[in-house]
């Protein structure tokens, strides 16, 4: 009897192992503040080949979210790019289809479709619009959510004047997702906060100084004080 019930333990403990093990969020993470999206690459490659759930997609979802568009610039790279864009969309569908996460679903959507606007400029004519529709959505749908306030935030930094951009107000986003990010405790969002200070840190060069910017980069390197993006830029705002 002992036997079957040390089996049974030895098989539940490989099932939750083998789920656990879908994204290293630690290794993730670390990987994200040294800058290195060479680790990004082999971990998300590695978890897309297995069999996934749909709330496993979900979860590598936020990491091709961060990944796709440091790589759809690189000549190189873009034929992986592509790939995983086409990944996204259909792990979106899927997730979408399984009515998970409506509102992250459309931020997702937003990233994959700014990746296919970066990857033919045609196509902002058509792709814009939504991406602004969606935007917008998504924070109606989920206004605390810290990733429909950043992506808001986002949106408003970097579209021109003439088309609704307000580096102000963008910052005002930042700021409050920031706030939102402080009241969530999956490790799996933790690179996002990360990445949320940065986009806080740019914003504050623009709408109220270098001097700003600077001290908020010390203070962000006193926290981690590896996060090479954070290190590079306040190099530059010292020059």
Known sequence: MSRHILTIALLISAALSSWA??????????????????????EIKRATALPLSVEEKLEVLNYLYGYVPT?????????????????????????EEAGLAPALCMVYRVSM??????????S?????????????????????????????GNTLFYAPGMFGGNKREALDFYLKSLDAFRHEANPLYKWNEAGMLFCIAEAYEKVVSPEKAAGYCREILKAYPDFTMVKNFLSNLEQ
Request: aromatic content about 6%; hydrophobic content about 40%; overall charge negative.
């Open 71 to 95: 790589i759809v610039e690189i000549k190189e790279k873009r034929g992986e790019a592509k790939y995983y864009i086409d990944l996204m969309k259909d792990y979106i569908e899927e997730v």
């Open 21 to 42: 093990d879908v994204m290293n969020h630690d290794k993730m993470f670390r990987a994200y503040i040294a800058g290195d999206m060479d680790t990004w690459g082999v």
């Open 124 to 152: 902002m004519m058509t792709l814009g619009p939504q991406c602004l529709s969606l935007t917008n959505k998504a924070l109606k749908l989920e206004p605390d959510n810290p990733l429909t306030l950043g992506l808001k």
């Open 113 to 122: 479709l700014s990746a296919q606007i970066s990857l033919n400029s045609l």
